[in-house]
């Protein structure tokens, strides 16, 4: 169950840097900050 889990957190960095094309990285980085940001809209709380 975990690699199934790691394999598709891969898969989400990895399309993430190939939109943005950067390193794994800021791919990372980039997909953990639109996935709160996105969390805060859907709870409503826009600041």
Do not use: P, Q
């Not at 394999?7 to 980085?29: P, Q, T, Y």
């Amino acid at each position: 169950e975990l690699k199934k889990y790691m394999s598709k957190a891969f898969l989400d960095i990895k399309a993430m840097c190939k939109i943005h094309d950067c390193d794994l990285r800021m791919g990372a980085f980039t997909l953990g900050v639109n996935r709160v940001a996105r969390a805060t809209l859907l709870r409503g709380w826009e600041a």
